[in-house]
């Protein structure tokens, strides 16, 4: 009798034990198909962007090949650098009244130091491109980054709410 109970609690502790197993690697498998998905479309987007900005600058060949080089270092570099001066959500109202004025003084004075590294970078990219392409096409450059961002967020809207925003034609 006492050899059928262990039995069968020992049976139910493995079927519990397999069962969690197999709920793991199901949860890795959705999540793994997740980020190959976030993979996918952020390259599909960079994708979108690289002809969208060599349509809007009308790039000759030659400036291509010296242009994209240089574009693909700064957007990385960007990125960086962003991630950097985002870096994380600020504090909650309650928390600010809560520090000393030293305290807020140092995180104002840290979100310029982290912005001015921003606009450095940026004056440092335009000193490099623009030996390799006009300063004009620099003008346009940097409206048809902001215009993709605004159409792509357009696209994402329309996405999350398909009834509030009907498709418009475009790419």
């Known amino acids: ?3 059928k109970i262990k039995y069968v609690l020992i049976s139910k502790i493995l079927a519990i ?6 709920s793991i690697n199901c949860f890795a498998q959705v999540r793994g198909e997740k980020q190959k998905f976030r993979d996918n479309m952020r390259q599909k987007i960079e994708a979108q ?8 600058l009308d790039l000759t060949p030659e400036e291509a090949q010296s242009f994209w080089p240089l ?3 700064y ?3 960007r990125k960086s650098i962003q991630k950097e001066l985002v870096d994380g959500p600020p504090p909650p109202t309650e928390k600010i ?10 995180m104002i004075q840290d979100h310029f130091v982290k912005g001015q590294a921003m606009l450095d970078f940026k004056i440092e990219f335009y000193e490099k491109i623009k030996n390799v392409i006009s300063v ?11 215009e993709f961002k605004r159409i792509l967020f357009e696209k994402i809207e329309e996405h999350r709410n398909p009834r509030k925003n009907p498709r418009k034609e475009g790419w």
């Open 136 to 146: 004009k096409k620099i003008l346009i450059l940097f409206e048809a980054e902001k």
């Open 49 to 56: 962007k690289v002809a969208f900005i060599t349509n809007k």
């Open 97 to 106: 009244w809560q520090m000393s004025d030293k305290e807020a003084e140092q």
């Open 17 to 22: 034990f397999l069962m969690i197993l197999f």
């Open 71 to 73: 574009y693909n270092e």
């Open 75 to 77: 957007e990385i570099k």
């Open 1 to 3: 009798m006492k050899r």
